[in-house]
Every structure is written in structure tokens, then in C-alpha cells.
């Protein structure tokens, strides 16, 4: 259908927004511009903000995508708009109809690596250069991953990092790219996925084991009391800082955690920010087993590989027995979590640490 010939109605405009927010997969930053732009002009016609200070690179940037759309009628950016949700998501549907659904393999993901051999399925969290911290794409290809393997033939899944570090926690740029719904919106999209995100490790049905190659923080960290197993290196540390970032915990860790290691001791992690090593993490039950750094990778393969040997469907009922009754409950808690941080992304406390950190005035 050739829509330039048409002219989009507010119910096009409409579906069109919240298509965008269905994109699976991140269309980058100069599309989001675009969007952004057209957004704005359909809504209040020409540019009417005051221009951005150059420090202020994000605003300047949409600014500048605004301003550049000069007096386009508001009719033209709405259809504008429609057409180009339309094309991204015609061509995002296309890239996914080539390597469909659960069949995705490795080289089909841009933030993981993820193999399959010796009744092991190894998910490496594969942004080195950032210590792996968790964009919004791997956030969405962890679950996508976690999907495939819960279905392939491994016996277990292993979650491990590329690099340096395990993962240094979500990814503080998620905080930059405002949609066109304001701090609000991107709050409660936020919400969503982490809440789904987690699900994921809640409802994962085989034995699940956590390689900690080196340091891990803030939702790496939490998300490990709802592993099967923790095999750390002694490099690890383990530390979830959320009152140093106005937030709070999540990965079902208000829970897990007393429960793992005791009140107190959850306190002083989550609530103060402690950071344990590996040896303490493993004193408190948070770690099954640490090894030295030198031996690690070896030690650690080696005892998984015989794992998997195991009969599959015995380690999948034994599992399901221990962790059933507390499907629920962990569910429960992982929704008030996110209804809670959900609130705190949007405080002046959150938000002064994030642009403290991205404009490199703290370190965590
Ligand atoms: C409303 C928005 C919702 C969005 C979606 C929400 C999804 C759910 C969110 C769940 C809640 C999760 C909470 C957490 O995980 S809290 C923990 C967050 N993590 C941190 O605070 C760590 C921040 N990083 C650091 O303190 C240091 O980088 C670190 C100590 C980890 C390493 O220091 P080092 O000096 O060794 O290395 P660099 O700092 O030079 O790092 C190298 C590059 O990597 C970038 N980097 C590292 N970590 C992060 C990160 N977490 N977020 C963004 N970028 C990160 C760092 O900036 C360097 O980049 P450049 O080379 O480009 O400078």
C-alpha cells in the first residue's frame, strides 16, 4: 500500500506509538532521533523549546533533530511518523524471519555469545568493553536465550561473562533515551521488562549455574539467588550498590537474600552496599564454591561437564521440587520490587547519581 497518498489518521498515529514500544529490537539512536522529531512536530508543531547548553548533549541532540523539521505541517510529521514505524517494523520482522524464534544461534545475538556442546548450553554475556553491563538488547536476548535453551537438548545452562568482569549491572545509559511519553513512560517500560527479565530465572525449569569469571554488581549480583549453583573465581566481588544510586533491590534479592544469609547481613549488602569477595560471598551462601583464579575456567568445566551427564529429566524434577513452592511467592516479591524501583527511577536522588556517574564523577 503506498501511504505517502494517504494521510495518516490519529488512530494510525496511535498504533504507531505503540508499535514502537513492541520493538524487540533497539532501532539506534539517529532512528530514535527521527522518532523523537516527528513525535514532537505532529504533536506541537515546529520547535519551541529553548536551545539546549552543548554540555547537555542528549537534549542538544533532540533539539537539534526537532528544530531541523523547521514548519513541516503537523499532518506531514504525523504521516511521516506511521511511515516510519511502518518500515522499522517491517524490516525488524524480516531480520527475525531469518533466524526464527528459538533457533537463533550465537552469531544471531549482538550482546551474547551463546554455545551449545557437551550437554551444555553457555550463555557469555559479551560487552567486555563495558564489563558487560546489561543494555536494554541484552536484556531482551538473555530472556530470548534463556527461551532456547530451557527447550534445546542441554542438560543445564551456564551464565557467564566475557572479559574482565562478570557484569557490572544494568547499563546507566538505559537511563538516557527519553521516549517521546517522558520519564514516566520510559519508568514504567523499565518496570516491564524487569519484571519479565526476572521471570525468566524464576520459571527457568533446568539446573541453572552461574560462572562468576570476575566482579559482579548490582542486578548480576542479585539475580544469583535464584541461580541452582555459584561457582566464583577469588577476582570475584560481589556488590549491589542501590542506595549510592537512589534505587532499590530487585532480582527477588529482598527476598532471597535474608533468606540465603540473614537479615542483617542482606542489609548490609543490599541497604549499604557492602562489597563482599568471593570468599565471603561463599561464607554467606551466596557462593557455592570459589576457586583460585589460575585454575577457575578448568576446575569449573570440568565438574559441569560430568554434571551434565546426569539424566536430564531427574535433574529437572529434582529442581522443580525445590524450587516450586516458592514459584509463587518469588513472583509476588519480583512484581513489588518493580512497582518499587519503578517509583525510584523517577526520584531526584536516582536521577542526580546516574548523571554523576555518566559524567564520569563517580565510580560505584
Ligand atoms: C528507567 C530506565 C529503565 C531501563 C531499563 C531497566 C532495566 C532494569 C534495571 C534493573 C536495575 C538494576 C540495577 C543495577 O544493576 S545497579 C548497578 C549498576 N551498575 C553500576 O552502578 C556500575 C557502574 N560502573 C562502575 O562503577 C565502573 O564502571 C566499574 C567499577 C564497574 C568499573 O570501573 P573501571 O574503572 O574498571 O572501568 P570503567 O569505569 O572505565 O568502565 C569501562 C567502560 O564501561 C562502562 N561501564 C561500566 N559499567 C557500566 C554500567 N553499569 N553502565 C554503563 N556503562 C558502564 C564505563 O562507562 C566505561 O565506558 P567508556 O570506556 O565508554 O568510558
Request: hydrophobic content about 35%.
Amino acid at each position: 500500500m503506498n501511504r505517502t497518498a494517504m494521510r495518516a489518521s490519529q488512530k494510525d498515529f496511535e498504533n504507531a506509538m505503540n508499535q514502537v514500544k513492541l520493538l524487540k529490537k533497539d532501532p539506534g539512536n539517529e532512528v530514535k532521533l527521527k522518532l523523537y522529531s516527528l513525535y514532537k512536530q505532529a504533536t506541537e508543531g515546529p520547535c519551541n523549546m529553548p536551545k539546549p547548553g552543548v554540555f547537555d548533549l542528549i537534549n542538544k541532540a533532540k533539539w537539534d533533530a526537532w528544530n531541523a523539521l523547521g514548519s513541516l505541517p503537523k499532518e506531514t510529521a504525523r504521516q511521516n511518523y506511521v511511515d516510519l514505524v511502518s518500515s522499522l517494523s517491517s524490516s525488524l520482522e524480516s531480520s527475525s524471519q531469518v533466524e526464527p524464534g528459538t533457533d537463533r544461534k550465537s552469531t544471531g545475538y549482538e550482546t551474547l555469545m551463546v554455545t551449545s556442546e557437551d550437554g551444555i548450553t553457555k550463555i557469555m554475556l559479551n560487552r567486555p568493553t563495558k564489563k558487560n553491563a546489561l543494555n536494554v538488547e541484552m536484556y531482551h536476548e538473555i530472556m530470548h536465550a534463556l527461551k532456547a535453551a530451557s527447550k534445546d537438548d542441554s542438560a543445564i545452562t551456564v551464565l557467564t561473562g566475557n572479559g574482565d568482569y562478570y557484569s557490572s549491572g544494568n547499563d546507566l545509559t538505559n537511563f538516557t533515551d527519553i521516549p517521546p511519553g517522558g520519564v514516566e513512560e520510559k519508568a514504567k517500560n523499565g518496570a516491564i521488562l524487569l519484571r519479565e527479565f526476572v521471570g525468566c530465572f524464576i520459571d527457568f525449569p533446568k539446573p541453572l549455574i552461574a560462572v562468576v569469571n570476575g566482579p559482579a554488581v548490582g542486578i548480576s549480583v542479585t539475580l544469583l539467588g535464584l541461580f541452582d549453583a555459584v561457582y566464583a573465581s577469588d577476582r570475584a566481588t560481589f556488590h549491589t550498590p542501590f542506595s549510592h544510586l537512589g534505587q532499590s533491590p530487585e532480582g527477588c534479592s529482598s527476598y532471597t537474600f535474608p533468606k540465603i544469609m540473614s537479615p542483617a547481613k542482606a542489609t548490609e549488602m543490599l541497604v549499604f552496599g557492602k562489597k563482599l569477595t568471593a570468599g565471603e560471598a561463599c561464607a554467606q551462601g551466596l557462593v557455592t564454591e570459589v576457586f583460585p583464579d589460575s585454575t577457575f575456567q578448568k576446575e569449573v568445566w570440568t565438574r559441569l561437564k560430568a554434571f551434565a551427564k546426569l539424566p536430564p529429566n531427574a535433574m529437572r524434577i529434582s529442581k522443580e521440587i525445590i524450587r516450586n513452592r516458592e514459584k509463587e511467592k518469588l513472583h509476588a516479591v519480583n512484581a513489588e520490587e518493580c512497582s518499587v524501583l519503578q517509583g525510584r527511577w523517577l526520584s531526584d536522588e536516582c536521577m542526580n547519581a546516574v548523571v554523576n556517574f555518566l559524567s564520569r564523577k563517580s565510580k560505584l
